[in-house]
């Protein structure tokens, strides 16, 4: 998907070799998109919390619960994910506030790797050869148990 000169949010299947046999699922909800990888081993408890129903997936249930948390004020990043209980990585992008918002599960079962292209654009990818070859000697892996809201311009 294409926003604009905003960003661009683009999603693999994972059949296709040599990508993550994991989970991986792209969700869109009012102007808020997510692509997950992964899974969350509490999945059902936190949609009963958030009152969603029994068949939202991770990705939905990222995007509610990030919504939710900025409804209610300025929550840290570390907020959205703190209950998360899995193997997870997962970026979002808000096209109405102009962020994006990525984070990894503590267990480091998934990879986020990132970088900065040559025309100044922040590249997230869980293919460490992609960010290398589009980003040059400006790449770095995500910290396990990174979190963090980026603005666009920023």
């Known amino acids: 998907m294409t926003f604009g000169d905003a960003a661009v949010l683009a999603h693999v299947r994972p059949d296709n070799p040599p990508y993550s046999k994991h989970q991986r699922l792209f969700c869109g909800f009012d102007d808020i998109f997510c692509i997950f990888m992964g899974s969350l081993n509490n999945l059902s408890s936190l949609n009963k919390q958030y009152g969603l129903c029994r068949s939202s997936n991770e990705a939905f249930f990222v995007i509610e619960a990030y919504r939710t948390l900025g409804d209610r004020g300025p929550y840290p990043a570390d907020q959205v994910v703190k209950d998360l209980d899995g193997s997870f990585a997962f970026v979002v992008y808000d096209n109405k506030a102009g962020t ?36 040059a000697k400006s790449c770095a892996p995500s910290p396990k148990d990174a979190c963090s809201i980026v603005r666009e311009g920023s």
């Open 100 to 135: 994006f918002f990525a984070a990894l599960g503590s267990d480091g079962g998934e990879k986020l790797y990132w970088g900065i292209a040559a025309d100044g654009s922040v590249v997230i990818c869980d293919d460490k050869e992609v960010i290398k070859a589009g980003c």
